[in-house]
């Protein structure tokens, strides 16, 4: 197992589509456990592949609390094949754009199809914050990040902290 790097805002792949896997083999294994073990350290409680700098369709959560047993699902080419008419609000973060927080509104529950760390179909019904964390890692895969749900104003106002954040950690140039 590695850890990995996690990309932060302003990279350019986190705007990118990233592309399906044909199978889940050992090189997808491998991503799965390492972004696993990236995303336990950072702490999180997702991860999706692009935010390492890998363009495939590949997610992993762990909703279980620290002094609990592990539950990782890994998930390839996830796809919603149910979301119900009822929205709920979470209040949402992300290991790319670090330290901020914003309400986001998703439909309630969700059930998603996928295949699993042995290329088997899955299927997973989901509410709750499992349901908000799957949504927020899938859209992951399709370049959108949880400040592009927001207002224009609420989006900028994030991302100007966090370019500014970003400058004051880079040594002025002569
Ligand atoms: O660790 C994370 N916490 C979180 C909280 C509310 C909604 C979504 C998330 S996912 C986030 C990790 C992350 O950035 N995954 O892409
Ligand atoms: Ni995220």
């Not at 590949?58 to 279980?64: E, M, Q």
């Not at 009822?86 to 209040?91: G, H, K, L, M, Q």
């Not at 914003?102 to 529950?109: Q, S």
């Amino acid at each position: 197992m590695a850890l990995l790097n996690i990309l932060n805002y302003p990279d350019k792949r986190l705007h990118k589509i990233a592309k399906p896997v044909d199978k889940v083999d050992a090189e997808v294994r491998r991503l799965m456990d390492d972004m696993l073990e990236t995303m336990y350290k950072a702490p999180g409680i997702g991860l999706a592949a692009p935010q390492v700098g890998e363009l495939k369709r590949v997610i992993v959560i762990d909703l279980a609390r620290e002094d609990e047993k592990p539950q990782p699902l890994r998930m390839a080419n996830p796809e919603l094949i149910a979301v119900s008419d009822e929205d709920a609000v979470y209040n949402e973060g992300c290991l790319s754009l670090p330290e901020h927080y914003a309400d986001v509104t998703r439909p309630a529950a969700i059930k998603v199809r996928y295949l699993d760390h042995e290329n088997e179909i899955r299927e997973l019904e989901a509410d709750g914050l499992l349901a908000t964390c799957i949504q927020h890692e899938m859209d992951h895969l399709e370049g959108i990040l949880f400040v592009d749900h927001l207002t224009a104003l609420k989006r900028n106002m994030i991302l100007r902290k966090l370019l500014k954040a970003k400058k004051s950690q880079q040594p002025v140039s002569a």
